[in-house]
């Protein structure tokens, strides 16, 4: 366990991810720590494509909140991924904007393509597909989806194809 040598779990933090969650925790009142918890994380995530529960415990120890409260952090929200998963995260919108505009079509379409279904990755670890996405804040380009956080609008199987095929 992380706590019986590296009590602030420095070692799971690179210097990188310490300096973005240093800038997060210089926003917040030093009573407030635990503020900076959303953006550690997804420093993490993004660093190592999912969070264990050591990188969880690491980010606890280092901004000085329980264990605990870290993990329902995690484990609410959608954006977090507690598994390995494909390189590339894959959200498709299925609110009613992007479900008017085809949205389901568009999903079943990615499905086909990478032979996977949602909440899970290709066999060779580049794609997972996540979950049903409530909404991703992009009504005026439905249907949209979102790739490591780029947002791409406007989909139709020949754009679906570009920019997965665009990808490493």
Known sequence: MISENLPDGKALLSDHVREEIDHWLARYPAEQRQSAVLAALRAVQHEHGWLSTEAMDAVADYIGMPRIAVYEVASFYSMYSLKPVGR???AVCLNVSCMLRDGDAVLGYIERKLGIK???S???GRFYLKRE???LAACCGAPMMQVDHVYYENLTPQKVDEILDGLE
């Open 133 to 135: 996405e409530e909404c």
């Open 88 to 90: 590339h995260t894959i």
């Open 118 to 120: 949602v909440g899970e």
């Open 122 to 124: 290709t066999p060779d």
